[in-house]
């Protein structure tokens, strides 16, 4: 009836209190025709049954305890479902548009944080469907499974179970289960305090040196995690704001892949070389030096039988050589850096860690978050064709929060194509055309790598 969220979804949820931190994620689907409304709706309809946070609402717990999901007593899905045409001329800018004004709202925190709208009238005969969530409603590969659902391409019952009835707020219930809370996680503590302190105890007995270079290594593991970023590496993207601009570009798979293997890296270090190639570019159209600049990765979590709901990732912090221009060393030194940051020891700690950071001060977490120049997100999505509602899909992409950085790139594989979706700080970033323009080049001089 009522689940606390975990601490990496209140990190989320919390840190908003700075609106330029907000966590709203926006997916746009390209379709070759205006799919069958009812068929759409009633797949969105049994899938709420099946997670229950696309029907429940965020509330406050009182202290030590985390928000939690409730049911929503008013519930309505035609609130969260909406049809609309497409302003004249029915062009995909007009749907970026839209997808744009959407990313930069907050979202009404006394329902369910998602909205779907269907967009008519584009001038192809086509249409396009927006969705928006909240990222502490699910992260990027939650969101490709609840997609591959709506899609047809996971089982979903025939029939909707019957839904629980919401239950009515108590603030002496409240409290009661905030001390059980608090209980319960002491108790964990102390019980995983008593598993491990023993083995703890007998590795410093047979090796002292070890144990001591074990915990060193674990403590410097955590500060690399949560230590604050004092400044941008970037002298030219410094400024941070609530404008938002959105772009597309569309770069094929087989080549990128075929450029990173041939560095000895994989599809994502040939993302995050083209990235930084762009950038590189960018700071030089304005005459600007630029060695590394900090990135801002999420570093998936989610293991197999975990539930598409909640926030599995943790987001890992390290410096770029976006200043070297030759790119095959570029995909080189990033896969070195990205297998480094894959194996850090902080990673199996991350809950903990994110509930020692849900009791800092705001300002803390806004100085880990608001000097990261760019955020570059890698999802992997669906290797085949599909449709909604009888409509083809032809194109899907993810804009990711930029989360404090000047820029964000989300990557969204679908067939064999990468979808690059781009959301921008115009305050950092105010010329986008010609970002983006640089972006498309640094993307390229990688994928000349896949033709030697």
């Not at 429940?56 to 030590?64: E, I």
């Not at 599809?267 to 159209?285: I, M, Q, S, T, W």
């Not at 598409?308 to 770029?320: A, E, H, S, Y």
């Amino acid at each position: 009836m009522s689940e606390f969220m975990r601490n990496s979804d209140a990190f989320t949820w919390s840190m908003e209190s700075d609106p330029r931190l907000r966590s709203t994620v926006v997916t746009v689907l390209e379709l070759d025709r205006i799919p069958d409304w009812d068929e759409v709706r009633d797949r969105f309809d049994r899938l709420r049954h099946e997670l229950p946070m696309l029907r429940q609402r965020v509330v406050n717990s009182p202290p030590p305890a985390p928000p939690r999901w409730r049911e929503c007593a008013d519930f309505d899905l035609d609130f969260h479902m909406r049809r609309i045409a497409a302003p004249a001329p029915g062009s995909f800018d007009a749907v970026l548009e839209l997808a744009r004004l959407a990313q930069m709202e907050d979202f009404d925190r006394a329902r369910p944080l998602w909205k779907m709208t269907l967009i008519e009238g584009l001038a192809d005969g086509g249409a396009a469907v927006l969705f928006v969530f909240h990222h502490a409603l699910t992260d990027g590969v939650g969101g490709v499974q609840i997609a591959m659902t709506l899609f047809g391409l996971s089982d979903m019952p025939p029939e909707s179970p019957e839904l629980p009835q919401p239950e009515a707020p108590s603030m002496l219930g409240d409290y009661v289960d905030a001390a059980r809370y608090g209980a319960g996680a002491i108790g964990g503590a102390a019980t995983g305090a008593l598993v491990e302190v023993p083995k703890l105890l007998l590795a410093g007995i047979r090796n002292p040196l070890g144990a001591v270079r074990s915990a060193t290594a674990l403590a410097a593991s955590v500060y690399r995690t949560v230590r604050p970023v004092n400044r941008t590496g970037s002298p030219l993207m410094t400024n941070r704001t609530l404008r938002r601009r959105l772009a597309v570009l569309e770069v094929p798979r087989g080549p990128l892949q075929e450029a990173a293997h041939r560095c000895g890296g994989a599809l994502n270090d040939a993302f995050v070389a083209g990235v930084a190639g762009g950038l590189r570019r960018y700071h030089e159209k304005h005459d600007v030096s630029v060695g590394a600049l900090h990135l801002s990765m999420p570093i998936s979590l989610r293991a197999k039988g975990d539930p598409p709901g909640g926030n599995r990732i943790t987001l890992m912090r390290f410096d770029v050589p976006v200043g070297l221009a030759d790119p095959a060393d570029r995909i080189r030194q990033i896969h070195e850096r990205t297998a480094q940051v894959r194996h850090e020891r902080s990673l199996p700690h991350t809950q903990m860690i994110a509930g020692a950071l849900n009791r800092m001060p705001r300002w803390y977490i806004g100085s880990i978050l608001r000097h990261v120049d760019f955020l570059a997100s890698d999802v992997p999505g669906i290797p085949v064709q599909v449709s909604l509602g009888g409509a083809e899909v032809r194109r899907q992409y993810a804009f990711g929060p930029t989360i404090g950085s000047a820029v964000n790139v989300t990557l969204l594989t679908y067939v064999d194509t990468c979808e690059l979706g781009i959301d921008v700080d115009t305050g950092a970033i105010p010329d986008v055309e010609e970002f983006c323009d640089c972006l498309r080049a640094g993307f390229d001089e990688v994928l000349v790598l896949a033709e030697s």
